[in-house]
């Protein structure tokens, strides 16, 4: 029975996720990680003694949540006892779908990158605004073309980062997987920078680099789908940016799309695509949301394959 639960937990999460959206904050997990992670002021120490104690806290955290999330889910299996009956099966399945849910984010992630395009049809400025609600990067001095590239961009590396790998770590180690995943996430999305956070965010930063490895190719062969020939070309775009694993899906996106994209200075992707215009934020989602199908079931298949005969 747990070979199905797992599965089907997917397909609620994800159901819940496109009609509902995310729950409120105060009930939100990722929130109440932010907070924790909100907690340490470690950069002013000394660069040995920051690395550590960002380690620590990252672990005391990583343990925390995947004790939690172990407890839930052990909690459900033995009031349930899926193997009785159907029924059982399918309640349980809700229920972890229901606390998965919130470990991944994907129509937050698609109705920001929408609105991005719709605040260029406003004014440039405008745009610039909205999309400084995704990035960590200077967008005042974008161009149109430059603002849709970082949307893009966004989309493709977050359809990793709040999407497949949650499943997939969930589909390897269940709710406890997905849980620390997202911890990891979070905790290099608030100290994994090249500033005063350096030393102690190394660690977390790190983590989650190594999370992310294999969930990041797994994203960009989704998106690529049956476009096989462009292997060779996603191999070697992938390695342009600074990160590890981004390259990946955003690489993946540029050449699906026959699009340039770029972080002026740091990186340039699919050189000889073309700049992106207005319509291609609209064709990144559709390419996105097919990808997220693809990779969703494939990593629902991993799921079953994994516990087959229990």
């Given at each position: 029975?747990?070979?199905?639960?797992?599965?089907?937990?997917?397909?609620?999460?994800?159901?819940?996720?496109?009609?509902?959206?995310?729950?409120?904050?105060?009930?939100?997990?990722?929130?109440?990680?932010?907070?924790y992670l909100g907690l340490f002021r470690l950069q002013r120490l000394?660069?040995?003694?920051?690395?550590?104690?960002?380690?620590?806290?990252?672990?005391?955290?990583?343990?925390?949540?995947?004790?939690?999330?172990?407890?839930?889910?052990?909690?459900?299996?033995?009031?349930?006892?899926?193997?009785?009956?159907?029924?059982?099966?399918?309640?349980?399945?809700?229920?972890?779908?229901?606390?998965?849910?919130?470990?991944?984010?994907?129509?937050?992630?698609?109705?920001?990158?929408?609105?991005?395009?719709?605040?260029?049809?406003?004014?440039?400025?405008?745009?610039?605004?909205?999309?400084?609600?995704?990035?960590?990067?200077?967008?005042?001095?974008?161009?149109?073309?430059?603002?849709?590239?970082?949307?893009?961009?966004?989309?493709?590396?977050?359809?990793?980062d709040s999407v497949i790998a949650p499943l997939f770590w969930f589909?390897?180690?269940?709710?406890?997987?997905?849980?620390?995943?997202?911890?990891?996430?979070?905790?290099?999305?608030?100290?994994?920078?090249?500033?005063?956070?350096?030393?102690?965010?190394?660690?977390?930063?790190?983590?989650?680099?190594?999370?992310?490895?294999?969930?990041?190719?797994?994203?960009?062969?989704?998106?690529?789908?049956?476009?096989?020939?462009?292997?060779?070309?996603?191999?070697?775009?992938?390695?342009?940016?600074?990160?590890?694993?981004?390259?990946?899906?955003?690489?993946?996106?540029?050449?699906?799309?026959?699009?340039?994209?770029?972080?002026?200075?740091?990186?340039?992707?699919?050189?000889?695509?073309?700049?992106?215009?207005?319509?291609?934020?609209?064709?990144?989602?559709?390419?996105?949301?097919?990808?997220?199908?693809?990779?969703?079931?494939?990593?629902?298949?991993?799921?079953?394959?994994?516990?087959?005969?229990?």
């Amino acid at each position: 029975m747990l070979s199905l639960a797992l599965p089907l937990a997917m397909a609620v999460a994800l159901w819940v996720d496109r009609r509902f959206g995310e729950p409120p904050t105060w009930a939100h997990p990722v929130v109440a990680m932010g907070r924790y992670l909100g907690l340490f002021r470690l950069q002013r120490l000394p660069a040995p003694l920051a690395f550590v104690g960002g380690a620590l806290a990252w672990a005391l955290g990583a343990v925390a949540v995947a004790l939690i999330a172990a407890w839930l889910q052990g909690w459900l299996w033995l009031q349930l006892q899926p193997a009785a009956a159907p029924w059982r099966m399918a309640a349980l399945a809700g229920l972890l779908g229901l606390l998965l849910k919130p470990l991944l984010a994907w129509r937050m992630l698609a109705d920001e990158v929408a609105a991005v395009e719709a605040a260029l049809a406003e004014s440039l400025d405008a745009g610039r605004a909205r999309l400084a609600r995704l990035v960590s990067r200077d967008v005042s001095a974008l161009s149109e073309a430059e603002v849709r590239e970082a949307a893009i961009e966004t989309l493709a590396e977050n359809l990793n980062d709040s999407v497949i790998a949650p499943l997939f770590w969930f589909a390897l180690a269940g709710l406890p997987g997905a849980a620390v995943y997202r911890f990891a996430n979070t905790a290099d999305a608030m100290w994994g920078y090249r500033d005063e956070r350096e030393w102690s965010g190394k660690w977390a930063a790190r983590a989650d680099d190594v999370l992310s490895w294999l969930p990041a190719r797994l994203t960009a062969l989704a998106l690529l789908g049956p476009r096989l020939g462009l292997l060779p070309a996603l191999w070697r775009e992938s390695g342009r940016t600074p990160s590890p694993n981004g390259g990946w899906p955003m690489a993946a996106a540029a050449l699906c799309l026959g699009l340039s994209l770029a972080k002026p200075g740091v990186y340039r992707l699919n050189a000889g695509g073309r700049a992106p215009q207005a319509q291609d934020l609209t064709r990144a989602l559709a390419l996105c949301r097919r990808g997220l199908l693809a990779g969703s079931a494939a990593l629902a298949l991993l799921a079953w394959a994994l516990r087959s005969g229990t």
